[in-house]
C-alpha cells in the first residue's frame, strides 16, 4: 500500500508560469514532508520541507503548502526556469528517527 | 567535505554472483539508508541504521544484507544476484533525532545484472 501517492507522472509548463507540484499521503502519522529534486545521474537533493504543524513554508521561488485535512501537499514553483526541469519526489517520516517514504516522482519539464 | 561517497558508479554482474555496493559519508551522521529507484517506482528502501551496530530492514530487503560497524561506513551487499536487482542504488544519510531534517544522497551505483 503506497502512503505517499504522487498521481501525475509529469508536468509541462513554460518558462516563467507557475508549476505546482501535487502529493498525497495516507498516513496521519506523518508530521514531516520533504520535496526533493533528481537531475538525471544524480542523487536526490533536498530542496524544502514542512512540518505538519505549519501550512506553508516558503524558500525564493519554492512554497509548499500543506493541507492535513485533506492528506495533501504541494510544491509550487514561480517563476518556472528551464533548469528546474527534473524528478520531484515527495517524502515522509513520522518522527524525528523514522525512514523517509517516498512517492513515485513526477517529471517536470520547464519549456523555454 | 565529500558528503555522501558511493562506489562503484556502475557496474554489471552475472547471476549468481555476489558484490557489495560501498557507501561512506564524512558528516557524522547517524542515520544511513539505502534506496533503490526503478521506474515508476521512486525510492524504495532497502535497508537503513539509525547508528553504529544497529540495522533495520526497509519496505523491499529481500536478496540484501547490510552491516554498520563504524558511522562513516554502510556497505549494501548482494548475496546471489538476480535480474530483478537490476537497478539504481542510492544511499543516503542524515542526523538523527532531529525533526524533519534533510537526509544528503550519493551520486548513486547503477547495477545490471545479465
Known amino acids: 500500500d503506497q502512503q505517499v501517492k504522487q498521481n501525475s507522472p509529469s508536468l509541462s509548463v513554460q518558462e516563467g508560469r507557475i508549476s505546482i507540484l501535487n502529493c498525497d499521503y495516507t498516513?496521519?502519522?506523518?508530521?514531516?514532508f520533504l520535496w526533493y529534486k533528481k537531475y538525471p545521474a544524480e542523487g536526490p537533493t533536498f530542496l524544502i520541507s514542512?512540518?505538519?504543524?505549519?501550512d506553508k513554508n516558503e524558500d525564493g521561488r519554492f512554497t509548499v503548502f500543506l493541507n492535513k485535512s485533506a492528506k495533501h501537499l504541494s510544491l509550487h514553483i514561480v517563476p518556472s526556469q528551464p533548469g528546474d526541469s527534473a524528478v520531484y519526489f515527495c517524502?515522509?517520516?513520522?518522527?524525528?528517527?523514522?525512514?523517509?517514504?517516498f512517492g513515485k516522482g513526477i517529471t517536470l519539464s520547464v519549456r523555454p | 567535505n565529500a558528503g555522501v561517497t558511493q562506489t562503484p558508479k556502475f557496474q554489471v554482474l552475472k547471476t549468481g554472483q555476489s558484490m557489495t555496493l560501498q557507501c561512506a559519508q564524512d558528516?557524522?551522521?547517524?542515520?544511513m539508508s539505502w534506496y533503490r529507484q526503478d521506474p515508476g517506482m521512486g525510492l524504495r528502501l532497502i535497508h537503513y541504521s539509525v547508528g553504529a551496530g544497529i540495522t533495520d530492514q526497509g519496505e523491499v530487503p529481500n536478496g540484501y544484507n547490510v552491516s554498520r560497524s563504524t558511522t562513516e561506513d554502510f556497505p549494501l551487499r548482494l548475496l546471489s544476484a538476480a535480474p530483478s536487482q537490476t537497478s539504481v542504488y542510492f544511499c543516503?544519510?542524515?542526523?538523527?533525532?532531529?525533526?524533519?531534517?534533510?537526509?544528503?544522497f550519493g551520486q548513486g551505483t547503477r547495477l545490471t545484472v545479465v
Open positions: 498516513n496521519s502519522m506523518f508530521d514531516y
Open positions: 514542512i512540518s505538519s504543524i505549519k
Open positions: 558528516m557524522n551522521h547517524e542515520y
Open positions: 543516503a544519510s542524515r542526523y538523527r533525532g532531529v525533526k524533519g531534517t534533510e537526509a544528503f
Open positions: 517524502a515522509a517520516s513520522t518522527g524525528a528517527n523514522s525512514k523517509l517514504t
